[in-house]
T-cell receptor, first 112, second 115 residues
Framework: EDQVTQSPEALRLQEGESSSLNCSYTVSGLRGLFWYRQDPGKGPEFLFTLYSAGEEKEKERLKATLTKKESFLHITAPKPEDSATYLCAVQAGTTGFQKLVFGTGTRLLVSP | GAVVSQHPSRVICKSGTSVKIECRSLDFQATTMFWYRQFPKQSLMLMATSNEGSKATYEQGVEKDKFLINHASLTLSTLTVTSAHPEDSSFYIC???????????FGQGTRLTVV
């Protein structure tokens, strides 16, 4: 069964204090790994897609990396507006619209 | 990315009544849409895959007679929670994926409270 585990469950940072969020996955045939940001009471907002080990994507203060077993979301010099829950999802399988399996997320709080 | 509009954003209903949630794909024609449910501090769980012009595909454990899905056009899918009970209170979110094996785009979500 495909599984996604995110850690830590919650993370509190001071503004400017860089850190990383972890997403470990177990799937049979990874077809894509996705990072989302979710604000309270809102739907997830797409951040990155990673397809193969070694791939990296960057957007402003965020950088996502992928290995064969896990992905990291690095946050450099975070600001209070980066506070949100960050979700990781994986897709396995080879045919059709395979479903996304989500982790439970990391709740990030950045204090000024 | 794709723009998805979901309505209503919040709804409160009495136990035993039915509630309809709409999901619209605003900038492309979606033959497939997805409905998720999210309980507090839990991950998004796929409930069903909505297919335009055919029956929806439900995930294991999701009652198809309770959660009625209609995908009547390429831009609109609806989820009706029938005979709602307090345990159906949750955050319901729809999504679209413009291409297979690519990212999903989500609506704003609907907070359902059954009293």
């Amino acid at each position: 069964e495909d599984q996604v585990t995110q850690s830590p469950e919650a993370l509190r940072l001071q503004e400017g204090e860089s850190s990383s969020l972890n997403c470990s996955y177990t799937v049979s045939g990874l077809r894509g790994l996705f990072w989302y940001r979710q604000d309270p009471g809102k739907g997830p907002e797409f951040l990155f897609t990673l397809y193969s080990a070694g791939e990296e994507k960057e957007k402003e203060r965020l950088k996502a990396t992928l290995t064969k077993k896990e992905s990291f979301l690095h946050i450099t010099a975070p600001k209070p507006e980066d506070s949100a829950t960050y979700l990781c999802a994986v897709q396995a399988g080879t045919t059709g619209f395979q479903k996304l399996v989500f982790g439970t997320g990391t709740r990030l709080l950045v204090s000024p | 990315g794709a723009v998805v509009s979901q309505h209503p954003s919040r709804v409160i209903c009495k136990s035993g009544t039915s509630v309809k949630i709409e999901c619209r794909s605003l900038d492309f024609q979606a033959t497939t849409m997805f409905w998720y449910r999210q309980f507090p501090k839990q991950s998004l769980m796929l409930m069903a895959t909505s297919n335009e012009g055919s029956k929806a595909t439900y995930e294991q454990g999701v009652e198809k007679d309770k959660f009625l899905i209609n995908h009547a056009s390429l831009t609109l899918s609806t989820l009706t929670v029938t005979s709602a009970h307090p345990e159906d209170s949750s955050f319901y979110i729809c999504s679209v994926r413009p291409l297979m094996n690519t990212e999903a785009f989500f609506g704003q979500g609907t907070r359902l409270t059954v009293v």
